[in-house]
């Protein structure tokens, strides 16, 4: 429910301040970030439109604020990467397959399953982690699980619970230990690793 008031009081040094409701009530917090437009510095009386919310501290305050005659452009929703979700599944199911036909190390088998299990559920505890604001799981340690192995298990995550998905640089690095660990993976089944091979199905 969209509501309109004016700003009634502005601490410009604090970028925050208070909107009287029209036809009355209390007067609702609200921050500069609120605002859609961040170019321009709100003003005693300008007319405000605006959302309720809650801050982290359970206080009611406005979000997605405009200034009269200002439209609120609404945020696109954040797309599946579809082709993560098919490449990561597809890989799967490509080792299980060659797993039961005995083409496939059983020991390494599980390590990849075991692994991307592992990196989801670290996937699903760093977002937990950020929503509360509690110290994060380092990008290096979600890094070392996909060259591990644990990729397909971070690109589900990533898309399925829409965390990491967005950042560039880091889904950049992301993918290069994604395609390290597929060529050490090749490189093990070629001629030149023939014995590491081995003494992985010991």
């Given at each position: ?72 452009k609404?945020?696109?929703a ?24 005995g ?36 990008e ?58 081995t003494?992985?199905?010991?």
């Open positions: 429910m969209r509501l309109k008031g004016k700003i009634i009081n502005w601490n410009a040094e604090k970028a925050f301040g208070f909107i009287e409701p029209n036809g009355g009530g209390d007067q609702v917090f609200i921050h500069k970030t609120a605002l859609a437009n961040k170019n321009r510095t709100p003003q005693m009386h300008d007319i405000i439109t605006f959302s309720i919310t809650k801050d982290k501290d359970g206080r009611y305050c406005a979000c997605d604020a405009t200034f009269a005659g200002e439209k609120l609404k945020k696109a954040k797309k599946t990467s579809k082709f993560s979700i098919y490449l990561s599944i597809t890989f799967l199911i490509s080792i299980a397959t060659a797993f039961v036909f083409n496939f190390p059983e020991k390494l088998f599980y390590i990849y399953i075991g692994l991307s299990m592992i990196t989801f559920i670290a996937y699903a505890n760093d977002k937990s982690k950020a929503q509360r604001g509690a110290w994060r799981t380092q290096s340690t979600l890094h070392l699980f996909s060259l591990a192995g644990g990729w397909p298990g971070a690109a589900l995550a990533q898309q399925f619970l829409r965390h990491k998905s967005s950042k560039r640089e880091f889904r950049h690095i992301f993918w290069l230990t994604a395609f390290i660990n597929v060529g050490v993976l090749m490189w093990l089944f070629s001629s030149y690793g023939e014995e590491v091979l003494l992985i199905n010991q």
